[in-house]
């Protein structure tokens, strides 16, 4: 029911595959044995003027109506760049979203966006935010005209693009620039795979990385933890957000109650779970899988069998999970907030 992944040791050499250098401590990477990314890099090369404007934009509020909303406000590095705070997204006036925040990383591999696919290409991405209602209900119409407000922006914009004007096209590249440097692939398994100092995984962690590959890894595939799909997991139906999930943009019903599968990189520090952040702590999630699924039309082939597991399975498991950490990632200084 459940496949077993199995990398060849050779694939995951110490080496890294270069795809971009863009200055001294600033270079996007493919770790060998990843899968080629998606993002088209040839139409928007990143340079350190444009990873700096789009990291100043990313933390700066000017982008909501009322300037009280970034970006950083639910994607926080340390917990992942999501939220850990509230089940549901907040805005601009205290506004309450339908879905939790979903994290950025690795995001030049995704082949769609947001929760329900309703974004298909990255550098669109951030117009769903800023113009929903719930979270920075504006317009780029203003946002371009507050940057070209200040000399600070328009200093960065020359820098970035050898013109001072700003756009509303240039001011998406340049988030993109930013987002596409969010990349993890330095948690302990990962030295573990390529047989790395500080990589020496215990008994415990790899009982939990078999039954991981045995039980999970259908939908959360190596190296991403994310097979890109869209499933019904089981979960119950929010009687008051009433989230249909996919459906909402291809109408098809087939569609119904499917969500984006998400990695599960940096889980230790990324709850709440789930689209709508209903569970706060891993063995509620096990809970879930093993107890909790509810049957639907549409529920994922995967999981019409029940998933067993052991309490001490369920342990383990979670001591594997654990092992996906990247502190290197959520403690990097060049993603953090722009001081200068």
């Known amino acids: 029911m459940f496949s077993k992944i199995?990398?060849?040791?050779?694939?995951?050499?110490?080496?890294?595959?270069?795809?971009?250098f863009t200055g001294d401590d600033l270079?996007?990477?493919?770790?060998?044995?990843?899968?080629?990314?998606?993002?088209?890099?040839?139409?928007?090369?990143?340079?350190?003027?444009?990873?700096?404007?789009?990291?100043r934009l990313f933390y700066d509020p000017i982008l909501s109506?009322?300037?009280?909303?970034?970006?950083?406000?639910?994607?926080?590095?340390a917990t992942g760049f999501t939220h850990v705070d509230h089940q549901l997204s907040h805005g601009i006036y205290g506004r309450v979203g339908t879905r939790n925040s979903p994290v950025i990383l690795n995001m030049a591999w995704n082949k769609a966006f947001m929760w329900d696919g309703g974004v298909n290409h990255l550098d669109m991405q951030p117009l769903s935010p800023i113009t929903s209602p719930d979270e920075m209900d504006e317009t780029m119409e203003n946002v371009?005209?507050?940057?070209?407000?200040?000399?600070?922006?328009?200093?960065?914009?020359?820098a970035a693009f050898g013109d001072s004007a700003v756009t509303g096209q240039k001011t998406l590249l340049a988030l993109s620039q930013f987002v596409l440097m969010l990349n993890s692939y330095n948690a302990k398994y990962d030295k573990y795979i390529r047989k790395e100092p500080g990589g020496e995984f215990t008994e415990q962690e790899l009982r939990g990385l078999s039954i991981f590959r045995k039980r999970c890894a259908s939908c959360h595939t190596e190296p991403l933890f994310t097979n890109q799909e869209f499933a019904n997991n089981g979960l119950p139906v929010d009687t008051t957000l009433m989230d249909t999930g996919r459906m909402k943009i291809t109408g098809n019903p087939a569609d119904s109650l499917k969500f984006k599968v998400p990695t599960l990189r940096n889980i230790q520090f990324t709850y709440p779970y789930m689209h709508d952040g209903r569970f706060k702590k891993l063995p509620e999630v096990l809970k879930h899988y093993t107890t909790g699924i509810q049957k639907s039309k549409t529920l994922d082939a995967r999981l019409q069998l029940p998933i067993e597991m052991t309490h001490e399975e369920k342990?383990?498991?979670?001591?594997?999970?654990?092992?996906?950490?990247?502190?290197?990632?959520?403690?990097?200084?060049?993603?953090?907030?722009?001081r200068e």
């Open 6 to 20: 199995h990398f060849a040791p050779a694939l995951f050499c110490l080496f890294f595959v270069l795809l971009a």
């Open 27 to 55: 270079k996007f990477v493919v770790p060998a044995g990843w899968p080629k990314p998606v993002y088209d890099f040839s139409k928007n090369p990143i340079t350190p003027a444009g990873f700096q404007l789009g990291r």
């Open 65 to 77: 109506r009322d300037t009280t909303i970034s970006c950083a406000s639910c994607h926080l590095q």
């Open 144 to 158: 371009v005209r507050k940057l070209n407000g200040t000399a600070k922006y328009r200093g960065m914009f020359y």
């Open 315 to 338: 342990i383990d498991l979670v001591a594997f999970l654990l092992t996906l950490t990247d502190r290197d990632f959520l403690f990097d200084q060049r993603f953090g907030f722009p």
